[in-house]
């Protein structure tokens, strides 16, 4: 078997100033990769552009924005050099000057609309002028003015405000950047309803974006609430109980609850969209329930019988721990009360201990003589017990585990027995 020959598709897509994109025919088939900065054809010279697209993934952009592969695509030149990077950047430089001196031109003929930006041809020979106006504008004196003071080929184009919201670009309430300007081409109507069915609240500043319409991305979940809305019932006029008219005041699409205000209480009460659709039925019917919750009054009783039963339950559960921690208190009084009575005290003393095993060295740490503490000789040391006690102090040292204290001040010392 051999390899599998690829068709290549010949098309590539160009990216050029303010999300801009056309489609051009790479004839000499050059080695493009995404971002190359590329020389193209245009009506009037060349222009200069930078990969965004290849492959068959344009041949699918194509079909979706529904161009024709045909002889009206222009052809891609060359990679861009050095050479004609810097002719195009000093045609970019001529941009914001342009734009603040046809501002003024504008003000001073009268005309009513918005210029929004300028991009010109790489090739110095041209300049295309977007702007956005509410009403037809006549701006054939506009165009003897600006191809006379700027020496070049002047083109107007009228742009919506989402596309003018797209070319300047900024960073949405969502923290990310706008979808216009990055991938957002086919901008659909928008309509206060997908706010309703979405349980928006109404309000302008939070719905619209920064072109200020509403909000492209209300149309991107719409469907799913549309779906989800069908499985809720319809209320036309409110639910007729015998506490008094409920009206609906809130809808959770997907928990399925809506939540009810009985004669216009500030208390809401929620029920499920199923519950809802029984008591229509039964308000067909002519029939009217006790309260949203029960259809009648002796309803009522069983549901408190089963609360009461719930509550007996979880006093038994709680009862048993109660009577153990009552049962550790009473070991904790007997063990405090014999602390703290003397005689129990000393019929404890007088009891025999138990005699400590040899080979199990005691944990309780043995405190320092207080003549040896102080730094002065035990008085006992005198006395014939001398070396038995000397005898003992070397023991206790051995298994003295911390150093002994220093003296606090060393001129304050016990009188020695002269």
Same mark, same amino acid.
């Given at each position: 078997?051999?390899?599998p020959?690829v068709?290549?598709?010949?098309?590539v897509?160009?990216k050029?100033?303010g999300?801009?994109k056309?489609?051009?025919?790479?004839i000499?088939?050059?080695?493009?990769?995404?971002?190359?900065?590329?020389?193209?054809?245009s009506?009037?010279?060349h222009?200069?552009?930078y990969?965004?697209?290849?492959?068959?993934?344009?041949?699918?952009?194509?079909?979706?924005?529904?161009?024709?592969?045909?002889?009206?695509?222009?052809k891609?030149?060359?990679i861009?050099?050095e050479?004609?990077?810097?002719?195009?950047q000093?045609?970019?430089?001529?941009?914001?000057?342009?734009?603040?001196?046809?501002?003024?031109?504008?003000?001073?003929?009268?005309?009513?609309?918005?210029?929004?930006?300028?991009?010109?041809?790489?090739?110095?020979?041209?300049?295309?002028?977007?702007?956005?106006?509410d009403?037809?504008?006549?701006?054939r004196?506009?165009?003897?003015?600006l191809?006379?003071?700027?020496?070049?080929?002047?083109?107007?184009?009228?742009?919506?405000?989402?596309?003018?919201?797209?070319?300047?670009?900024g960073?949405?309430?969502?923290?990310?950047?706008?979808?216009?300007?990055?991938?957002?081409?086919?901008?659909?109507?928008?309509?206060?309803s997908?706010?309703?069915?979405?349980n928006?609240?109404?309000?302008?500043?939070?719905?619209?974006?920064q072109?200020?319409?509403l909000?492209?991305?209300?149309?991107?979940?719409l469907?799913?609430?549309?779906?989800?809305i069908?499985?809720?019932?319809?209320l036309?006029?409110?639910?007729?109980?015998?506490?008094g008219?409920?009206?609906?005041?809130?809808?959770?699409?997907?928990?399925?609850l809506?939540?009810f205000?009985?004669?216009?209480?500030?208390?809401?009460?929620?029920?499920?969209c199923?519950?809802?659709?029984?008591?229509?039925?039964?308000?067909?019917?002519?029939?009217?329930?006790?309260?949203?919750?029960?259809?009648?009054?002796?309803?009522?009783?069983?549901l408190?019988?089963?609360?009461?039963?719930?509550?007996?339950?979880?006093?038994?559960?709680?009862?048993?721990? #109660?009577?153990g !921690?009552? %049962? @550790?208190?009473k070991?904790?009084? $007997?063990? &405090? +009360?014999g602390r =703290?009575?003397?005689?129990? #005290?000393?019929? !404890?003393? %007088? @009891?025999?201990?138990?005699?400590a $095993?040899? &080979? +199990?060295?005691? =944990?309780?740490?043995?405190?320092k003589p207080?003549?040896?503490?102080?730094?002065?000789q035990n008085?006992?040391a005198?006395?014939?017990?001398?070396?038995?006690?000397?005898?003992?102090?070397e023991?206790?040292?051995?298994?003295?585990?911390?150093?002994?204290?220093k003296?606090?001040?060393?001129?304050?010392?016990?009188?020695?027995?002269?």
């Amino acid at each position: 078997m051999g390899i599998p020959q690829v068709d290549n598709f010949d098309i590539v897509e160009i990216k050029f100033k303010g999300g801009r994109k056309g489609y051009y025919r790479n004839i000499d088939y050059l080695e493009l990769n995404t971002g190359d900065p590329v020389v193209v054809a245009s009506s009037t010279g060349h222009h200069i552009g930078y990969v965004s697209l290849q492959g068959e993934l344009v041949r699918l952009q194509m079909q979706k924005r529904k161009i024709r592969d045909d002889d009206d695509i222009l052809k891609v030149y060359r990679i861009a050099g050095e050479k004609d990077l810097e002719k195009w950047q000093n045609a970019k430089n001529r941009e914001i000057p342009t734009l603040y001196r046809t501002r003024q031109i504008i003000l001073e003929l009268g005309l009513k609309m918005k210029l929004s930006d300028i991009e010109y041809q790489a090739d110095n020979s041209k300049a295309t002028f977007y702007y956005s106006a509410d009403e037809r504008v006549d701006f054939r004196e506009l165009i003897k003015v600006l191809a006379g003071e700027f020496r070049i080929r002047v083109e107007m184009k009228q742009i919506s405000l989402r596309q003018e919201a797209g070319r300047l670009g900024g960073v949405g309430v969502c923290g990310r950047e706008l979808c216009c300007s990055t991938w957002l081409v086919d901008f659909k109507n928008v309509s206060t309803s997908a706010a309703r069915y979405q349980n928006l609240s109404l309000n302008p500043s939070k719905l619209s974006g920064q072109c200020g319409r509403l909000k492209c991305c209300l149309n991107y979940e719409l469907d799913t609430y549309l779906e989800a809305i069908k499985d809720i019932p319809k209320l036309e006029k409110p639910l007729q109980t015998e506490q008094g008219p409920a009206r609906l005041q809130k809808t959770d699409i997907f928990r399925r609850l809506m939540w009810f205000s009985v004669n216009n209480e500030s208390d809401w009460q929620s029920i499920s969209c199923d519950r809802v659709a029984e008591i229509q039925e039964l308000n067909a019917k002519g029939e009217t329930v006790f309260n949203l919750q029960v259809d009648n009054a002796d309803d009522i009783e069983d549901l408190a019988a089963k609360s009461n039963l719930e509550l007996v339950e979880l006093d038994k559960k709680f009862a048993k721990k #109660k009577k153990g !921690n009552r %049962n @550790q208190r009473k070991s904790r009084n $007997k063990r &405090n +009360q014999g602390r =703290n009575n003397p005689e129990q #005290k000393a019929q !404890n003393s %007088n @009891q025999p201990k138990a005699e400590a $095993k040899p &080979n +199990q060295p005691s =944990n309780k740490k043995r405190r320092k003589p207080r003549g040896q503490r102080s730094g002065n000789q035990n008085p006992q040391a005198k006395s014939g017990n001398a070396p038995e006690q000397s005898k003992s102090n070397e023991g206790n040292q051995k298994k003295r585990k911390f150093p002994p204290r220093k003296n606090r001040d060393s001129n304050n010392k016990h009188p020695k027995n002269e």
